[in-house]
């Protein structure tokens, strides 16, 4: 019996592992700051980024250039500046984490 809820849980814990990491990625480059997962800060929560773009093919492409250049007006008059500095393979695993929330 203690068994398969111990495998349970393991398979829980790291299935939640990942979004963990790419949770400490976000803060790690102060994307928190402006963004939280489920309220509007600064900038959208990235629930909301998410609903905009599901189903959008090119949509992981367009948010990493959006993440590493900047931009402004799609979510109202508050600019998102620049982000060259961050990895570009951070980059893929913070948009590919948002866009799963």
Do not use: F
């Not at 990625?25 to 959208?44: S, T």
């Not at 993440?67 to 979510?75: A, D, L, Q, T, Y």
């Amino acid at each position: 019996m203690k068994l398969p809820i111990l495998l349970a849980t393991s398979a829980a814990l790291l299935a939640a592992a990942p979004a963990r990491a790419d949770e400490a990625l976000a803060k790690k480059h102060n994307c928190l700051i402006c963004h939280a997962v489920d309220k509007k800060l600064v900038g959208p929560s990235y629930k909301d980024i998410a609903m905009k773009y599901k189903g959008q093919k090119a949509a992981a492409a367009k948010l990493e250039e959006k993440v590493k250049k900047g931009g402004s007006g799609v979510w109202g008059p508050v600019p998102m500046p620049p982000n060259a500095a961050v990895p570009e393979g951070d980059i893929k695993k913070l948009v590919a984490w948002v866009l799963k929330q």
